[in-house]
């Protein structure tokens, strides 16, 4: 089990639909243990194989907290909206770092897919473990938070000692993350490139 690099904001990866799960063994068992440690390490919310580099149609997302916590793991898995009851939220991404903006999802969906092992999954879930399930899942479809957001709501999270929370929001535009994350980009292939 090892945390793997995230893919950042315009690897080619995050864009593609990935392909369905068909066989399950031990590749499944590894990709699933190096998502969730990358996911903890990164201290996320849900994380996507193509986020990692592999385009299968595989997440994992937390749920509770502390003793309570699970870790859902789910292969091509699909939602159903069962409300009309919406939420606006603001979202981050770990593909997309200290970029956030206001996505409106609805409140409750249903999901099903199927487990590691290829055994039918089904439950229902609303308000965050919801909003995490329709992120990752969009994301193995190839769209990101910001394909649904409301373009004028993109923020930087800025860390800001003198701030309450600890950071301050500041506007942005998608071009602008755009080029940033192109940045950011060149800087990770240089230093590997260094290693």
Known sequence: MHKRDLMIYGEPVLRKKARSVRDFGEYLDELFQDMIETLI???????????????????????????????????????????????????????????????????????????????PVEFEADDILARALQHEIDHLRGVLFTDRADPGSLVWMVPDEEDEEGFRYEPTTLPEAEQAFERLRRRRAAKKQQA
């Open 41 to 119: 390490e990164e201290v996320g919310l849900g994380l996507a194989a193509p986020q990692v580099g592999e385009s299968v149609q595989a997440l994992v997302v937390r749920a509770g907290a502390g003793s309570e916590e699970t870790i859902h793991r789910l292969l091509n898995p699909r939602v159903t909206v069962l409300a009309d009851e919406e939420s606006c939220v603001r979202e981050g991404c770990l593909s997309l770092p200290t970029l956030r903006a206001d996505v409106v999802r609805p409140a409750r969906v249903a999901v099903r897919g199927v487990d590691p092992q290829g055994r």
